[in-house]
């Protein structure tokens, strides 16, 4: 997985470069011009093509000047745009600018014209924590309506560097140079959005930075998936890849248990078993004939069955189309209360556990939980705006106090870990946003685990092919006529490409 900072550890880093590795302020700026004028050149090669970078006080309106000198030396027509005062200027961008004077490249303190091909904001980069609004906040909007391609250095202006916030006006990105390593408000929405394509340039601020104090955050991508694959064995039985049991589905509602079976076993487990409502008997049978299930009428037979098959399984899911009634109530308190397995809660699990989280606390097994908004809202009692205004926070948090892994579903899924630090998904599209989908993510989280995987792994993993599957559902049918069936059956195919893609990242 790749490491993802928050503008504070990226600071630090950035600090621990110059001061305990002796790099030069000048030099990391230098190299990070560098990453921008060469995304330039590598797209317009046109040297008539028509620049304008628009220039903060901070260090990112360094990186600005720098940029448009070393373009306007290769030969680019260059102009810049500087709307806040010389005396507000840290000393490396007042330098910057002195050079571009010393060049006699245009500076303008006002947007002189409206027909650019090229524009770069390099005007606040990560150390913005407050809305951006008056004056800038209405350039950014002008510049917005321009049509040329737009670059942000490091970060779109308006965007918080830490949770992808953008409380007020935004610069819309199409491409984003960021340096060292991607931001999380690169990643998560609305940030993403303006990010655009991300292009992490390397300027000389590596892990050796980190000097035993890394970064809280990682994200996972298909390009590093492929680490997170088990190991099948050539020597192996159905017993090798671990059993499955899945409590789900009421009456009439056999639907979410077929999904989550069946993405049991695409995620490899060996064998599934179903417990459900009698009602979905031969429905599941038909459809799923790979597949044991088991039914009860009663709160008792529920029980029973309860206690019969947990022995049988290495991992548990309970949630999916179950129902809040007496039954399901009874079923999910007898699973935390008597069992140490390994357990996904889901759907109307979350549901009843936000009723009496008692439940959560007390389990001693290993437990993911995978809430959307509003039923992580409803688990820490908090409004969808608060859970939604820091991913990373709410899903961290929770994790932390119940000591379960935390997979917050939304555009972007956040994974929290008990042990501290999370992880952020950028796989999948807005078409996954369809009944049964979150169904399949907790079957195939559940097949991940019975593997005798760790559970942050299982969930970083399943979800993130998860996504890769809406992707390829995507490009089959597009995003608006996608079902849960399309993700379902690219599941395999997900993994297939998964354990074909190069390892990219340790």
């Keep these: 997985m790749y490491e993802l900072v928050n503008s504070q550890e990226m600071k630090l880093y950035d600090k621990n470069t110059i001061e305990t590795f002796g790099v ?39 990186d600005g000047f720098a940029a448009g000198r070393i373009l306007f030396l290769r030969g680019y027509s260059v102009e810049f745009l500087a709307p806040m005062q010389k005396d507000r200027m840290t000393e490396e961008t007042a330098l910057q600018r002195r050079i571009v004077e010393a060049y006699h490249i245009p500076v303008f303190s006002q947007l002189q014209g409206s027909s650019y091909d090229v524009i770069i904001d390099a005007l606040f980069g990560i150390g913005l924590s407050r809305p951006l609004e008056g004056a800038l906040g209405s350039l950014v909007h002008t510049l917005n309506e321009l049509k040329a391609y737009k670059i942000a250095a490091d970060i779109a202006s308006g965007i918080f560097a830490d949770t992808g916030e953008a409380p007020a006006t935004a610069f819309y990105a199409d491409l984003t140079v960021t340096f060292g390593f991607a931001k999380v408000g690169h990643l998560l929405y609305p940030g993403a959005e303006h990010t655009g394509e991300l292009i992490v340039a390397d300027i000389g601020i590596g892990r050796q930075s980190f000097l035993g104090k890394k970064p809280m955050g990682r994200y996972v991508s298909r390009e590093c998936v492929k680490e997170l694959l088990p190991m099948r064995k050539a020597y192996s039985n159905k017993g090798t890849y671990g059993r499955v049991l899945i409590i789900a589905g009421s009456k009439q509602m056999a639907g979410a248990a077929y999904f989550a079976a069946k993405a049991a076993y ?29 039914v009860y009428q009663t709160e008792r037979e529920a029980a029973d069955a309860l206690e019969t098959y947990l022995p049988w399984a ?42 009496d989280m008692r439940l959560l606390e007390s389990f001693h097994g290993t437990c993911i939980v995978t809430p959307h908004l509003k039923e992580m809202s409803r688990l820490v009692h908090k409004t969808v705006e608060e859970v939604s205004k820091d991913l ?27 042990e501290g630090g999370f992880i952020v998904n950028v796989t999948g599209n807005h078409g996954m946003a369809t009944g049964g989908s979150g169904d399949a993510l907790a ?64």
């Design 443 to 506: 079957g195939y989280l559940a097949g991940f685990l019975a593997q005798n995987m760790p559970a942050g792994q299982a969930a970083a993993l399943g979800v993130c092919l998860h996504g890769m599957a809406g992707d390829l559902a995507a490009e089959e049918k597009g995003a608006f006529g996608m079902t849960a069936s399309d993700i379902l059956n690219q599941l395999p195919y997900a993994a297939k490409r998964a354990s074909e893609t190069e390892q990219s990242s340790d």
């Design 266 to 294: 695409a995620a490899g487990c060996g064998l599934v078993r179903v417990l459900t409502a009698k009602e979905n008997r031969n429905v599941l049978s038909a459809q799923l004939p790979e597949a044991i299930v088991n």
């Design 392 to 418: 990373p926070k709410s899903a961290q948090s929770f994790a932390q106090r119940y000591q379960a892994v935390c997979a917050l579903k939304d555009a972007r899924t956040v994974i929290g870990l008990p």
């Design 314 to 355: 290495d991992a548990v899911l309970i949630g999916c189309g179950l129902s809040t009634d007496t039954v399901a109530r009874s079923l999910v308190s007898g699973l935390l209360s008597h069992s140490e397995k390994k357990v996904v809660l889901d759907a109307d699990a979350l549901n009843l556990l936000s009723e």
């Design 24 to 62: 030069p302020s000048a030099v990391l700026m230098e190299r990070a011009s560098l990453a921008i004028a060469d995304a330039v050149a590598g797209r317009f090669r046109r040297k008539n093509t028509k620049i304008l970078i628009i220039c903060g006080s901070g260090n990112n309106g360094g």
